[in-house]
């Protein structure tokens, strides 16, 4: 936190009566608190505006869905998404603790955070290499032109010129530049093995790492200037691109190839647009209990800041996913009704690269868009590292915070490098997108609504949230919390997907493994439980 706007030097005084002693105080050194409410509440808004708010977006590839599927994403945002990130941000100010430490309200509960912490270290890896894909392109923009305007002679498969048929497994020239000089990709998948290093995609990871260390060791995330400059920036690239995107011939094709007949096809669509609408709003990560636990401690409207948070986290999504999908109607008018444009995380590099070369100032532009994604993917990393360092308390632990950061950035170096950074590195980030960074929201999401809910009671959950900020949640949320969890989970159940039986089989292994911590937590202290009512019994 910035030193003017943090208490670092702030101490509480508690004053405890007893028969022997009335004036005993204890002072309690509280760090990393806001003061402010208004600087507060536009850090907890701007974690709402990050990279997968820009980047990830699953349906660009295929116009009969996208529609269905962004309407579904709405209904599960309001539903879902907006009433859970209102409760971990509401548990985090009413426990002032961290993601560990917050789930002592429930003891038998305290292995959902281990569980966030790891969604967290998978959401962070990804960002990490969206963050080295844009701050590629950003460098390929300050060229005479941009490369991806012409087809390469050396490209294969091969490329096709614009306003001509696209043939049968040939691309597009943004397609071709982006998976042959950028990933200098494998073609045949991770069959063989992960391929090469590609070092100068390896290099620019490596800078995205080494900022997000001095972000996250300058507290620079939570200086209100660059927080609003992030923004702001996000903002006014938005607007532009949304208005470029109107005059883009085709741009209307998202609305008239799109079939709703798609929504009764089963619940494979249903569950990805709950799990996009978790991801989108940053829940079950772990930021928002950290977040909230910074809260100030003057009365705050906790609703009205998850109001504002929930709608620019729609605004900057939607805008972004309704500009991607004109680009892509542009490009199948183009090519003549297809474009192979691949699902996952290289849909939205690849249309984004399409736009700007198709509007004037096309290098301006470009420069400007992928160094405003780039700055998405350091700071959103540097939140969920800060969340990370957050689990580390004490005053011993935090004269030496540096080291430990230090260790952790070195970590996802190292780990990054040799999986996201060579050849079949897309492959990696796609699985990482698909499984652990987003279908393990949803039980977990499902777990803490029933904790909080008929666990530690929901009764006494609003009192202490009211004692904490003055405010008493709502009867919608409390309505949405008790029903969720079955929602989530029966839709979640039912939504099988045709996958690849070895992509299947890790990617539900990973899930497992990510949510194993919580049943684990549980089932050890339903045995200690008995343990000690037995013992007790037996004195008796």
Not at 158 to 186: I, M, Y
Not at 213 to 233: A, G, H, P, T
Not at 317 to 345: F, Q, R, S
Request: hydrophobic content about 50%; proline content about 4%.
């Amino acid at each position: 936190m910035s030193e003017s706007l943090s208490t670092r030097s702030k101490t509480l005084t508690e004053s405890v009566d007893t028969d022997t002693t009335e004036n005993l105080s204890a002072k309690t050194s509280i760090f990393d608190r806001w003061t402010n409410n208004i600087s507060y509440r536009q850090l907890v808004v701007s974690s709402c505006i990050g990279i997968f708010q820009l980047w990830w977006h699953p349906y660009l590839y295929d116009f009969r869905k996208l529609l269905p599927f962004l309407f579904l994403y709405n209904i599960f945002s309001i539903v879902i998404g907006y009433p859970l990130f209102y409760l971990e941000l509401a548990i985090g100010v009413a426990t002032k603790k961290g993601v560990l430490n917050c789930w002592d309200l429930s003891p038998m509960s305290r292995g959902i955070g281990i569980a966030m912490l790891s969604i967290c270290v998978f959401s962070a890896l990804a960002a990490g290499a969206a963050g080295a894909w844009c701050l590629a392109l950003t460098v390929h923009s300050v060229h005479t032109f941009l490369p991806w305007l012409h087809c390469a002679a050396a490209a294969h498969p091969p490329c096709a010129a614009r306003h001509r048929p696209l043939p049968a497994g040939s691309e597009t020239p943004a397609q071709s530049f982006f998976f042959n000089f950028v990933l200098d990709l494998k073609r045949n998948g991770l069959e063989g093995g992960l391929g090469n290093l590609v070092w100068e995609l390896s290099t620019y990871y490596v800078i995205s790492w080494v900022l997000i260390y001095f972000v996250v060791i300058k507290r620079m995330y939570s200086y209100s200037k660059l927080v609003l400059f992030k923004d702001v920036l996000t903002y006014f690239v938005l607007v532009c691109v949304a208005v470029g995107a109107l005059r883009l011939e085709g741009a209307g094709r998202m609305f008239k190839a799109c079939d709703w007949g798609v929504l009764l096809e089963g619940l494979q669509m249903w569950r990805e647009a709950m799990e996009y609408a978790l991801i989108e709003m940053s829940v079950c990560q772990g930021s928002l209990l950290m977040l909230g636990s910074y809260c100030p401690q003057s009365p705050h409207r906790l609703g009205s800041t998850a109001l504002l948070a929930f709608a620019v986290s729609k605004s900057s999504c939607m805008t972004a996913a309704l500009v991607l999908g004109a680009t892509h109607g542009a490009l199948y008018k183009d090519y003549e009704n297809v474009t192979n444009i691949w699902p996952g995380t290289s849909s939205a590099s690849i249309l984004w690269s399409d736009y700007v070369a198709r509007i004037p100032g096309s290098q301006f532009w470009s420069a400007l868009i992928f160094f405003t994604l780039f700055v998405l993917s350091v700071t959103t990393a540097a939140l969920l590292v800060q969340t990370v360092m957050s689990t580390f308390t004490g005053r011993s632990i935090r004269k030496t915070t540096w080291a430990f950061l230090i260790v952790i950035c070195l970590l996802f170096c190292l780990i990054g490098i040799i999986t996201l950074c060579t050849q079949g590195g897309l492959y990696i980030l796609n699985f990482l997108m698909n499984w652990p960074a987003t279908k393990t929201r949803v039980p977990i999401a499902a777990v803490v609504a029933t904790v909080i809910t008929y666990i530690y009671g929901q009764t006494r959950f609003c009192e202490d949230v009211y004692f904490a900020v003055g405010e008493y949640p709502s009867v919608f949320m409390r309505i949405c919390w008790a029903l969720s969890p079955a929602v989530m989970m029966c839709i979640f159940a039912g939504g099988s997907s045709s996958w690849p039986p070895g992509e299947a089989l890790a990617g539900w292994l990973l899930v497992a493994l990510t949510v194993l911590p919580i049943g684990i937590v549980m089932l050890f202290y339903g045995i200690f439980k008995c343990r000690v009512r037995n013992i007790v019994r037996d004195e008796k």
